[in-house]
C-alpha cells in the first residue's frame, strides 16, 4: 500500500515538472510572470520573440469581437505606421480594450506575449478581413496584450 502511494505521487510529481517546463517553455517564464519584454519593430518581429513593445497604426475600421465566457476581446490587425493604408496583415493584436467606436485608425504601442495566430483567430475573421481588402503575410504573428490597467483606462 504504501509502494503504491509512493508511485503515484512520483509519477504526479513528474507529470507537474514536465507541465510546468513545456509552459515555461513555451511562454518564456514560469507560470504567473510575463517574460522580458523587448521593444522590436514590424521588420525584426518573429516567432522568436516571447514578449514584445511595438508601435504600428491600429486598424479598428477591421476589429473583430470575440467572448470567451465573460471576457470581450477585441482582435484587429496593427500596421506600421509608414503603411498605415497598407493591406497586407503581418501582426494581429488581441485585447481587452475596446476601441472607440469613432476611431478607425489609432497610433498605438501594444505589450503583449507573441505567437503563431493558430486556432486563435477563428476562420470568420479571416474571411471579414479577406473581404475588407486585407490579406495576410505568411509570417503571420498574434499579440496578446497584457492588457495593464493604465492601458485599459486610454
Do not use: C
Not at 510572470?33 to 525584426?44: A, E, R
Not at 491600429?58 to 476589429?63: F, G, N, P, Q, S
Not at 504601442?109 to 495576410?136: C, K, L, M
Amino acid at each position: 500500500m504504501r509502494k503504491t502511494i509512493i508511485w503515484i505521487a512520483s509519477i504526479f510529481a513528474v507529470l507537474t515538472g514536465i507541465a510546468l517546463a513545456i509552459v515555461t517553455w513555451e511562454r518564456g517564464a514560469f507560470p504567473g510572470f510575463d517574460p522580458p519584454i523587448v521593444d522590436v519593430d514590424f521588420q525584426s518581429i518573429s516567432q522568436e520573440n516571447r514578449a514584445v513593445r511595438i508601435t504600428g497604426m491600429a486598424r479598428y475600421d477591421a476589429v473583430s469581437r470575440m467572448r470567451l465566457g465573460e471576457t470581450k476581446l477585441y482582435i484587429f490587425p496593427i500596421l506600421p505606421e509608414e503603411e498605415m493604408n497598407g493591406t497586407l496583415i503581418k501582426v494581429v493584436v488581441q485585447t481587452k480594450r475596446k476601441p472607440d467606436k469613432y476611431t478607425t485608425i489609432e497610433e498605438l504601442t501594444i505589450e503583449g506575449f507573441v505567437r503563431p495566430p493558430g486556432r486563435a483567430i477563428p476562420d470568420r475573421f479571416y474571411q471579414n478581413w479577406s473581404g475588407r481588402g486585407y490579406h495576410f503575410a505568411e509570417d503571420l504573428l498574434f499579440i496578446e496584450s497584457y492588457d495593464k490597467e493604465d492601458f485599459l483606462k486610454q
